[in-house]
């Protein structure tokens, strides 16, 4: 049942970066066939756009991190769902990010917000030893810092 979740869990997973890699190269052929026109990143828009992103990764990535550990499942399933919900939320922000970034003309800030996502994207990885120590019930006794 545990490499059921897992197998399941790894589908999402690679899902995400395969949906990131596909936004960056739709971005970079819009964008190096001149299709797009570019927003200044000075601009309002640009720093609307910019705020928006860096805000909600700055939301959504210790959220996503934090989620089983704040929920604690009790079933695998609740566990299924929570864990897909962590891998979305986590490396979701990266296409936006990636959007963003063409839409401002290769602006390298939002290429770090992809990136930081795709840092903490990297941590949600479904493993079975994961699995296994998320699901273990918390000891009393052992001391919190």
Not at 56 to 69: N, R, S, V
Request: charged fraction near 15%; hydrophobic fraction near 50%.
């Amino acid at each position: 049942m545990e490499q059921k979740i897992i197998r399941h869990l790894n589908w999402i997973y690679y899902g995400v970066m395969i949906a990131a890699i596909v936004a960056y190269t739709v971005m970079y052929y819009v964008v190096s066939k001149g299709f797009l026109e570019f927003y200044d990143p000075n601009s309002s828009l640009g720093q609307a756009l910019q705020f928006v992103i860096i805000i909600t990764a700055l939301m959504c990535i210790p959220f996503g991190l934090y989620l089983i550990k704040w929920k604690k499942p009790k079933t695998l399933e609740e566990y299924e769902q929570l864990a897909s919900i962590r891998i979305l939320v986590v490396g979701g922000i990266m296409i936006p990010a990636i959007l963003i970034y063409f839409l401002l003309g290769c602006y390298r800030p939002m290429i770090w917000v992809a990136a930081i996502s795709a840092v903490a994207w990297y941590f949600t990885k479904p493993t079975l030893g994961k699995l296994e120590q998320e699901m273990k019930p918390e000891d009393p006794n052992m001391p919190t810092y």
